[in-house]
Structures are given as C-alpha cells and as structure tokens.
C-alpha cells in the first residue's frame, strides 16, 4: 500500500504563486510516475504534470510555461511550483503515482485564485 499526503494549498491572488508537495510513504517501488491532477467544481478532473523516476516531464498546455513539476528521489516527494496563477487554476490538486499498474492518490488539497 502507499500513502499519498499532499500540502501547500490555500488563497493566492492573480497573478501569485503556490507550491504544492506530495509526500508518498509504504510500499514504493523504484519506477514509477508521479503527476498532479485537479478538479474544479462541476468538472472532470484533469492532468496538470507528471514526472517520471527519470525526470521526464508532461504538462498540460494551459499549464505550460508557468508550473513546474519536480520529484526528489531520496525524500519520495514531488513538488508543483505554480507562477503566474489565474481564476481558472481555482481547483482541489490531487497527487497521483503510479506504480506496476497501480493508481494511488492523494486526498487533495484546495487551491483558490481570486482577487
């Protein structure tokens, strides 16, 4: 089993910025890929970036340019920096890691953009 605890969240206004992380615990194996999803009300939840073992990123586009996603492979965690925050980026921010087969996911942390 692996455990997924998620922290950073909050108020921001437009324009700021957010840094998640994501702490993962339990039965961890050395390949994996860790991501970040988010969910806004009334809407499907959604990838912002994930990050293998190796370090190969993905990003959605409306992220693009302004999160980065990182992992850090002796502590087990991975971290979303957030710039440049908009409204639309209001949303619950969910960790993610995959692992032979296996989703695992965090409980989700809230992120508010507004003035």
């Known amino acids: 089993q692996v455990q997924l605890v998620e922290s950073g969240g909050g108020l921001v206004q437009p324009g700021g910025s957010l840094r998640l992380s994501c702490a993962a615990s339990g039965n961890l194996y050395s390949i994996y890929y860790m991501g970040w999803y988010r969910q806004a009300p009334g809407k499907q939840r959604e990838l912002v970036a994930t990050?293998?073992?190796?370090?190969?990123?993905n990003y959605a586009d409306s992220v693009k340019g302004r999160f980065t996603i990182s992992r850090d492979n002796t502590k087990n965690t991975v971290d979303l920096q957030m710039n440049s925050l908009k409204p639309e980026d209001t949303a619950v921010y969910f960790c993610?890691?995959?692992?032979?087969?296996?989703?695992?996911w965090g409980q989700g942390t809230q992120v508010t953009v507004s003035s």
């Open positions: 993610n890691r995959n692992q032979m087969a296996v989703a695992y």
């Open positions: 990050i293998t073992s190796g370090g190969r990123t």
